[in-house]
């Protein structure tokens, strides 16, 4: 607690200021949320509630005042923009208003730095209960009141009376100027004459919004159509003791409000003499609350709008709104409310209070506990001294251990240089070797390609020697055939002749024209037998071309394939030779440096989780002769990665996309379990494995990927096809499909499908890559050699189509021969025909017999000796097609010989740069570990020496060696927590000076707060008692003032013969109004149930009784008699005279359209000239 409450004095400061802290933190929106009770309507700074005791008399004076409007009277007023003015009074203001404006002392708000006066404030609550007493006698006994006479005409001693109004071009006044008298003045004039248009300038030049008018949305509404601007000037009586600030304002205030069409507004107060004295609103506020004049308060200003608002309101919580705002009720009560507010700060206070004085009862316990420390000093000192001699052992058993080490180092280096030198001399050797089988087999290739030479040599000799064999073989063939058939012709002439020759004995009628004609029928039969011989052998060739020209795209596609697979498996090979050093090449040349920048960004964090990949690389089986069929079943997914979400997989593919890598590896997103799946056993794995029983996975979300992506859990391993195939037809519900040992796959169902592995080697799940890489050169040799054999059957098979191609040739051109003659052949026949037959002699037919027989003979003869020759060329060819076949043979094992020596003197260079590149490798090693033993040598002396150097150290601190095993950084944490403690206990101990001293300050500080706090407790339970007297006595005035309000309005309603019933509600916010003739029976029914004359009556009545509570120096009524008949005109009128006879200090301007010259008052009349 601060120095300065350690008396009476002090302790009120420190409380007003608290008050004051509390106050300030609180929310003005928060002040009236907590009273539940404050109104929302606006709430004058400084309002007079009651009325002040004393006779009030009237002396009336009549007058009468003409204007002729010498411009157009506009009743329609321009509507355009809006009004974005506010006038709300700040609610802070309202939380610290006193109670009442009558009360002698008010409470005023709490200031900084004067105490008497703020402790002053917060006791004056304690003494509102007298000041509210005395407003409720006021109340209660001011209908007993006299009447003063006043005399109207002077405004001396008044303050805040209209004295005058100039209107310039506002609505449809280009200038008007009127001068009011101090008590009564009526407006009057007909329908669109100005009057409205007065009450609307007063209430604006008061500060008054546009919309509190109803006359427009906004301040450029209110100027004079083909006006810029327009200028209200009010002047107001500034006389008597009530004046505001007379040595400033003089007699009046003069107030200007200038309003200009794009929506700007500014004021001008000024004073008697003309002189600007202000021109901001607040300065204008501050007159209108000094002077207590209510432009917003309905009962002041009644506009023609409000009027009709207040007839057709049929709502109680409304019609009370409107009460309250009209009585100033609400400042009343938010001036309780504002009580009860300090009285919860207060007991806020107390709280905190309280809570600082257990504070100091903690503290001052605290404090006696620290005596009790000095004990623990000399302990935990002892303990660091023992803490600091294991700790300097500790770095000498810490370095030794660090010697032992580096010596394992460097005998590890010796060693390994030792194997490696010996490798290196086991390589040379084998270079060397290497090196001769490489000189003999060269030697041997240059042999076999000489006598391959050779071979082509001879081979092409026999080729055409061959040919010209085969091309006599068929010439003579064709000899023989043409001998053949004119040997069949003439026997076919013969026979003709002979059947002739008997036809011509027996009818002895045959001329020379029948022997030609058989000549040619002989004739043409040889030549068609020709044709059709030779179009057989021309249909046999081309069915033989188009046989080998399949067979010669058959083996050019063959070759192809063998070629595309001879590459692939070259590109294997390499592949699998750059796996050696590193596995990982095995799933892409890229894999090695893609994986160094994905460990790179796992270091610096920027994976959620780590992914995994290739997955092939993190998975083994558990039998090698299985990795074929698991290969085939997981596929692509052996080169995948897996990733924990799509965070991390599209930070991979960017890495990718960096690396300019051809084809993304794929990406498997699946969220980590961090545990396997729980997998049960089905039917079928009791015989035999899956693939998830033979797979080993570095981590159990791969395995889980593994399970997602390929279903593994559900595909069996079987050794046997067939078996795999009886096994699959039986209907497997809970199995997916079947591997073998060759990769082969069976899926499950009677109609099963069996898919053939079409690659046989191992591509990613290698076990000895030697051996794999053994296979493909096999499989290239295999290749190499059946590609030989395709070349030479494709030349062999070109040759034998070149061939074919001429004979056929040869045949065509026969044939078109042929076709030529047999044409010439039927024109002579035809020519036979038609001409007639003349008998010839039969000995002619008889010699022509003996000729044909004779050339039938010499023919057979020359069949005879073609067919001889033919069988002799047909041996020749058979002889030189065998010696073709020997020369070819031995020409392919040459050609095989010589592709294996090839093969085999790039194995030897292959492996003659496989070790050279070796020793070079070992080389860079040996100097290495050169390098490596030179640092580990002088690592040592370096660790020996700090050995001897903590060995020292540790002597001087613990002569004896002490053995712990304890680590270093354990002991540090012990020896710093030590240090800790004991500084803390230093720093919370002190000197025995300093601990005593503070107990001592401590029980004084302690027993002054609690003598202050008990003060504090005693003034909130006096402040309690009085604020609810103060609330008991607020609600006793809303009660007078609602029973005198329900008197005056029922004996005002009396006079027109009705009876009104009046019941306000305060609690439930609500004002009932009912009103029913003397002379009807039945009970009361609501206002609104009256004619309109009636209901304007009514509201003339409410706002009498209202007004009767109030004291604004200014009320002004616009057609308060609207609705009217002359009989309720007449109750009304008198009604108010006699209301303002009785009142004084008071300025009222009535505005009506009737003529009220019969009233002996101030009348002013307004004139529409119409243009």
């Known amino acids: 607690m601060p120095s300065y409450a350690t008396d009476i004095r002090g302790f009120f400061s420190y409380f007003v200021q608290r008050v004051q802290h509390y106050t300030d933190r609180i929310k003005p929106e928060k002040r009236f949320r907590e009273s539940d009770v404050l109104p929302s309507s606006r709430i004058s700074k400084k309002a007079r509630f009651y009325q002040s005791d004393g006779e009030i008399n009237a002396t009336n004076g009549k007058s009468l005042a003409t204007i002729n409007l010498k411009d157009n009277c506009q009743d329609d007023i321009g509507i355009d923009g809006s009004d974005t003015s506010s006038e709300d009074c700040n609610p802070e203001t309202v939380l610290r208003q006193p109670a009442c404006d009558r009360i002698n002392q008010p409470i005023k708000p709490i200031g900084k730095g004067k105490e008497k006066k703020a402790v002053a404030d917060v006791l004056q609550i304690c003494n509102l209960d007298d000041d509210l007493t005395h407003h409720a006698s006021k109340v209660k006994n001011s209908t007993a009141n006299g009447v003063k006479k006043v005399d109207h005409g002077s405004f001396s001693n008044e303050a805040g009376l209209l004295q005058q109004i100039q209107l310039i071009n506002f609505m449809c006044h280009k200038n008007l100027k009127i001068t009011f008298g101090k008590n009564v003045n009526f407006i009057i004039g007909n329908n669109g004459s100005g009057k409205s248009a007065i009450m609307v300038g007063i209430i604006v030049g008061l500060g008054g919004r546009s919309r509190l008018t109803n006359r427009a949305t906004s301040m450029k509404g209110l100027i004079k159509k083909g006006s810029s601007y327009a200028r209200i000037i009010i002047t107001l009586a500034n006389d008597g003791s009530d004046s505001y600030y007379p040595e400033k304002f003089g007699s009046k205030i003069i107030i200007q409000r200038d309003l200009w069409q794009d929506g700007h507004a500014n004021y001008k107060i000024k004073s008697s003499k003309g002189f600007i004295v202000a021109e901001e609103k607040k300065e204008l506020m501050a007159i209108l609350d000094h002077f207590d004049i209510q432009v917003d308060n309905p009962v002041c200003f009644l506009t023609q709008d409000a009027s009709k608002e207040f007839l057709s309101s049929h709502h109680p919580s409304k019609m009370y709104q409107f009460y309250l705002k009209g009585t100033q009720l609400s400042q009343l009560i938010n001036n309780c409310n504002y009580a009860k507010l300090s009285q919860r700060i207060l007991q806020d206070i107390l709280n905190k209070e309280e809570e600082s004085l257990k504070e100091l009862q903690d503290d001052l316990e605290q404090k006696m506990e620290r005596q009790k420390l000095f004990d623990q000093i000399d302990e935990i000192n002892q303990q660091l001294t023992q803490l600091k001699s294991e700790l300097a052992w500790a770095y000498v058993y810490q370095e030794e251990n660090k010697l032992k080490q580096i010596e394992f180092q460097a005998q590890q280096v010796y060693s390994r240089r030792a194997e490696i030198e010996e490798e290196l001399i086991e390589i040379e050797k084998y270079t060397q070797d290497c090196q001769r089988d490489k000189e003999a087999l060269e030697r041997e290739l240059n042999r076999l390609i000489d006598r391959l030479s050779h071979l082509q040599l001879c081979k092409e000799d026999f080729l055409k020697e061959h040919n010209c064999a085969k091309g006599d073989e068929c010439n003579l063939k064709q000899k023989y055939e043409s001998i053949k058939c004119n040997v069949d012709h003439l026997k076919n002439t013969y026979y003709g002749l002979e059947t002739k020759f008997n036809e011509i004995n027996q009818k002895r009628l045959l001329g020379q024209a029948g022997k030609q004609f058989a000549l040619l029928e002989k004739e043409l039969s040889g030549q068609k037998s020709a044709l059709s011989s030779y179009a057989q052998r021309k249909l046999q060739l081309s069915e033989e071309i188009k046989a080998e020209k399949d067979q010669l795209n058959q083996l050019q596609l063959d070759i192809a394939m063998q070629q595309q697979e001879l590459n692939d498996l070259e590109k294997e090979t390499g592949r699998l030779k750059a796996s050696r050093w590193n596995r990982l090449t095995i799933y892409g040349s890229y894999m090695p440096e893609l994986i160094r920048h994905l460990h790179e960004m796992k270091q610096r964090g920027q994976f959620h989780r780590n992914p995994y990949g290739p997955l092939g690389y993190h998975i083994a089986t558990r039998d090698p002769k299985w990795n074929l069929a698991i290969e085939r079943c997981l596929g692509r997914a052996l080169t995948s990665f897996l990733c924990h979400n799509f965070h991390d997989a599209k930070l991979l593919k960017e890495v990718c996309r960096k690396m300019k890598i051809a084809k993304y590896p794929t990406v498997i997103v699946c969220r980590y379990q961090d545990k396997p799946y729980d997998i049960p056993t089905t039917e079928g794995q009791g015989l035999y494995k ?52 060759t990769g082969d796959s069976i899926e499950v169902g009677k109609n099963h499908r069996c898919y053939s592995n079409t690659r046989p080697h191992i591509d990613y799940l290698i076990e000895d890559v030697q051996q794999e890489i053994n296979k493909r ?54 020519d036979i025909k038609s001409t007639e037959f003349v008998q010839e002699d039969s000995s002619e037919l008889e010699k022509e017999l003996q000729t044909c027989q004779e050339e039938i003979n010499d023919e057979e003869k020359l069949l005879q000796q073609a ?57 860079k090693i040996i100097d290495e570990l050169e390098e490596k033993k030179n640092y580990w040598l002088q690592k040592m002396n370096h660790q020996q020496e700090k050995v001897l150097t903590c060995t020292a150290s540790a002597c001087k601190i613990a002569a004896d060696r002490i053995i712990t095993e304890q680590k270093i950084e354990d002991l540090d944490h012990k020896i710093y927590r030590k240090e800790q403690s004991l500084e803390k206990l230093q720093e919370e101990i002190g000197t025995k000076e300093e601990i005593i001293a503070a107990i001592k300050e401590a029980q004084i500080t302690y027993y002054r707060r609690k003598a202050c706090s008990q003060i504090l407790s005693d003034v909130f339970s006096t402040l309690q008692q009085h604020v609810h007297l103060r609330e008991a006595k607020c609600k006793f005035i809303q009660k007078s003032l609602a029973e005198r309000v329900t008197t005056t309005i029922g004996s005002l309603f009396s006079r027109r013969g009705l009876s009104a019933k009046l019941r306000i509600d305060p609690f439930n916010e609500e004002f009932h109004l009912q009103i029913q003739s003397l002379a009807a029976r039945g009970g009361h029914c ?40 002359m009989y309720n005109r007449e109750i009304a009128t008198s009604t108010l005279l006699n209301f303002t006879s009785h009142v004084t200090h008071r300025q009222f301007i009535f505005l009506s359209p009737q003529n009220m010259r019969q009233v002996d008052i101030l009348i002013i009349e307004l004139v529409l000239h119409m243009y």
């Open 1086 to 1125: 609501s206002h609104l149930s009256l004619s309109g004359g009636e209901r304007s009556l009514a509201t003339v009545a409410l706002i009498i009784s209202l007004l009767q509570s109030m004291s604004p120096p200014i009320i002004c009524l616009d057609e308060f008699d609207v609705f009217m008949d």
């Open 690 to 741: 899956t693939v998830l029983d033979m797979l080993i996975a570095e981590n159990c979300n791969i395995t889980n990927c593994l399970i997602d992506q390929k279903q593994i859990e559900r595909t069996l391993l079987i050794e046997s096809s067939q078996e795999a195939r009886a096994f699959m037809c039986q209907q497997q519900a809970h199995q997916l499909q079947a591997y073998t040992l």
């Open 777 to 830: 050169r096999e499989r290239t040799e295999k290749i190499n050699q059946i590609i030989t054999k395709s070349q030479f059957q494709f030349q062999f098979t070109t040759n034998v189509i070149s061939v074919q191609k001429e004979e056929l040739a040869s045949i065509c051109d026969a044939m078109l021969a042929c076709q030529d003659k047999t044409q010439e052949l039927q024109n002579e026949i035809e």
């Open 867 to 923: 067919y001889q020759n033919y069988q002799e060329a047909l041996k020749t060819v058979h002889l030189l097609e065998s010696q073709k076949k020997e020369i070819e043979c031995e020409e392919q094992q040459v050609r095989e010989k010589l592709y294996e020596y090839q093969n085999e003197i790039k194995h030897k260079t292959l492996q003659y740069r496989e070790k050279l590149e070796k020793c070079k490798y070992l080389h």
